[in-house]
């Protein structure tokens, strides 16, 4: 279960969370929503114990527990498109390998294992980020606008492959569509 308690955060005197706070529990498919500069990426961040809070409380769940894809793909552009995905597992190479195709066959790129990230479109690069975060196996599943740069049939089928993949695990979902909220997850939280 994921708790947070009256978290605040400040950048300067904006203030971005004002003592928010959220229960999530195991496996619960959470969806957070609201205008643009609401706090929504920085809620993510904060989670993820890349950026500190002011104020509040977070815990139950350690970082270890999180596969995190960033609203910009984060992606190493000096290997091919397989190692990106094969350089985060902590398996044997010839079975993280298996997985990586497996998972490069999930998400439409088994024809692109050999390509650099900077030969991919920036949908290609979204779909190979939500491959590598299913690399290791984490109960928690951090997504910021994991869809935005997909067309809408490509969109359904990587919401469809995230709900396969994560049926157990806790998911959080940030994004300003309302259809890919409902489509992924059972809850939704308005931050104004």
């Not at 005197?13 to 643009?36: C, N, P």
């Not at 609401?38 to 993820?48: F, S, Y």
């Not at 290609?124 to 590598?132: N, T």
């Not at 997504?143 to 969109?155: G, I, R, V, Y």
Request: hydrophobic share 40%; glycine share 6%.
């Amino acid at each position: 279960m994921i708790t947070v308690e009256h978290l605040t955060k400040r950048y300067g005197e904006k203030i971005v969370l004002d003592g928010f706070s959220m229960t999530i529990q195991d496996g619960e498919k959470l969806a957070i929503m609201g205008e643009s500069g609401q706090g929504k990426t920085t809620l993510l961040r904060i989670i993820a114990g890349l950026e500190h809070h002011d104020a509040g409380l977070i815990k139950g769940f350690s970082k270890e527990d999180i596969a995190y894809v960033f609203q910009e793909p984060r992606l190493f552009d000096t290997v091919n498109v397989l190692k990106n995905l094969t350089v985060v597992s902590k398996q044997p190479f010839k079975d993280a390998e298996k997985k990586a195709r497996e998972l490069l066959a999930c998400v439409g790129l088994a024809e692109d294992a050999e390509k650099y990230p900077t030969e991919l479109s920036g949908g290609m690069k979204q779909r190979l980020s939500l491959a590598r975060a299913f690399m290791v196996d984490r109960p928690i599943l951090l997504l910021d606008e994991p869809f935005s740069a997909l067309d809408q049939d490509t969109k359904e089928a990587m919401i469809q492959f995230v709900r396969e993949r994560a049926k157990n695990k806790t998911v959080i979902l940030v994004t300003h569509d309302q259809s890919d909220a409902l489509s992924l997850c059972g809850k939704i939280e308005y931050l104004v």
